[in-house]
């Protein structure tokens, strides 16, 4: 008789930890706890890392699939709206360098392709204006929806920003009181294995042995169960993105009626980049750097002087990046998540979008019993691989991009040898033809799309020939979609609240439920 899988143990807490337990159990609810028990082990000693604070606009229908209330959440993990990303000095280190990459599709992006239109034009306004409203939504301060627009619908795509350190415990009551996850606070003393090569169980301090079908590792860096107990290497790509250390700093606001950006805020320094992202209650600001390129104490000079006079004494957190990931992802019965499975630097905030996209797979295609996980694990570690490869690609993009000079972090950063050949191969195609679905863009899930790659290619100043004939056929449509694109971006920017004007009243009055 076949064993069937039932006892699903994921061992780790944090947004990796919860969010996969709460994918699983709200896919399989019916099995719970009768035919099925998910059951999540957490070090009672442990911190969360809790510098994940960017979303991709996929967490909306994660929390909405998992039964999340919008509302709740803005309430309970000091949330904000997230419409892009804004990159200053990227491009040539200049005071007025600056493009936004918005969460938006260029207008009838499914359509037609308004790259070579916009570039045939040589308008002084930028590609993203040109074809979206979110750069001016930004530039603005206003928010992607009004008080009136139901939970998780938007007027503008919108994703989040978030205090991670609430956002674990606020996912964790949730999956305990509503979804039947097993909660055990205890520290792993072993890994025990089969004689074939399997997690047999964990033991734990406080808890002895939990024993499990599927093992799920979310233990961050120190990757207990996939890394040290099956013996899973690592794949280091510091070669490619340079950036090793982060120095993280909470900023209080002037007070409570500060404007919140509404766009992560993304500044390259000598060695790095620092970002800032708004809170309702603080800004949350980091300068990920090269240590190769810059001291420690340069690097805090940098960041001090973002912060101004109101950051001099304000404590800062040194966090170490390994850039990279594990050889693979899914062994025998054990998978890991988030951390543990690798970690990049937070440029383009793929962290989290990579734990759903995971937790999703592995919800969706639970397997019915060890004998069919092997190909399961096979099938998942081909997507996993392929996702890695195109993050860490699009990250690198930035970079080779750049026209800097003004230091050998810049210069190195655009050397040969330090490009991936997927992305060097695209950068000459790109030279003769816009980035568009036919580009390797084939998976239904892409972290990023062709739009994506468009708006950071052409907001850093990259040049594609124009074909005429493309022009030709396509002229009127071109000039219908900037026509609407100028309609809509007026018509936004008239209706739609200030940032901090709607999360106050979405604390105050709550969001329409679905």
């Not at 009136?148 to 205090?163: F, K, R, S």
């Not at 205890?186 to 025990?192: I, L, P, Y």
């Not at 170490?320 to 990049?344: D, M």
Request: charged content about 25%; glycine content about 8%; some cysteine.
């Amino acid at each position: 008789m076949v064993a069937r899988t039932r006892h699903i143990v994921i061992v780790g807490g944090g947004t990796a930890g919860w969010l996969t337990a709460g994918l699983i159990a709200a896919k399989h609810r019916a099995r719970i706890p009768h035919d099925l028990t998910v059951t999540l082990v957490e070090s009672p000693t442990t911190p969360i890392l809790g510098v994940g604070e960017g979303t991709w606009p996929t967490l909306r229908s994660t929390l909405a699939r998992i039964g999340v209330s919008e509302t709740d959440f803005f309430r309970e993990c000091d949330a904000a709206f997230k419409q892009g990303a804004l990159f200053a000095r990227w491009t040539t280190g200049a005071a007025d360098d600056a493009y936004y990459h918005p969460l938006m599709l260029p207008q009838h992006f499914s359509k037609l392709n308004l790259v070579p239109h916009w570039l045939a034009q040589q308008e002084a306004s930028s590609f993203c204006d040109a074809v979206c409203p979110q750069g001016r939504l930004c530039d603005d301060g206003l928010a992607p929806k009004t008080i009136a627009t139901p939970e998780y619908d938007g007027v503008a795509n919108y994703a989040y920003h978030l205090d991670a350190g609430k956002f674990a415990p606020f996912l964790q009551r949730h999956c305990c009181e509503k979804l039947g996850v097993c909660h055990v606070l205890a520290d792993v003393r072993e890994v025990r294995l089969h004689e074939h090569g399997d997690i047999r169980a964990i033991d734990t301090e406080q808890a002895g042995e939990i024993a499990g079908d599927l093992f799920i590792d979310c233990t961050g860096f120190r990757s207990l169960l996939l890394g040290d107990a099956m013996g899973v290497g690592f794949k280091d790509c510091s070669d490619i993105l340079f950036c090793d250390t982060a120095l993280a700093v909470q900023m209080p606001y002037p007070d409570e009626h500060s404007p919140i950006a509404t766009h992560t805020i993304s500044t390259a320094q000598s060695a790095g980049w620092i970002w800032d992202i708004g809170l309702p209650t603080r800004r949350g600001i980091g300068h990920v750097y090269s240590s190769r390129h810059q001291s420690q104490d340069a690097a805090e000079r940098e960041l001090r002087a973002y912060l101004g006079p109101g950051g001099a004494d304000l404590p800062i957190r040194q966090i170490a990046i390994r850039s990279g990931h594990r050889e693979t992802f899914w062994k025998r019965n054990c998978v890991a998540v988030g951390v543990a499975a690798g970690f990049l630097e937070p440029l383009e905030a793929s962290a989290i979008v990579l734990i759903e996209l995971s937790a999703k797979m592995i919800a969706e295609q639970l397997p019915a019993c060890r004998e069919v996980m092997d190909v399961i694990a096979s099938r998942f570690n081909e997507t996993t691989h392929y996702r890695w490869g195109r993050i860490i690609d699009f990250l690198k993009l930035h970079y080779v991009l750049s026209k800097r000079e003004d230091s050998e972090f810049w210069r190195d950063n655009r050397l040969p040898e330090t490009v991936p050949d997927r992305l060097r191969d695209l950068m000459l195609l790109w030279r003769y033809q816009s980035p568009w679905f036919h580009d390797e863009f084939d998976r239904v899930e892409e972290v990023f799309p062709p739009a994506s790659y468009q708006y950071v290619l052409y907001g850093m100043g990259f040049e594609t020939e124009v074909e005429p004939a493309l022009l030709v056929s396509d002229r009127r449509l071109a000039d219908q979609a900037m026509r609407e694109n100028a309609v809509q971006t007026q018509r936004m920017r008239q209706g739609l609240p200030r940032h901090r004007d709607l999360i106050d009243r979405i604390h105050q009055h709550g969001l329409q439920p679905v």
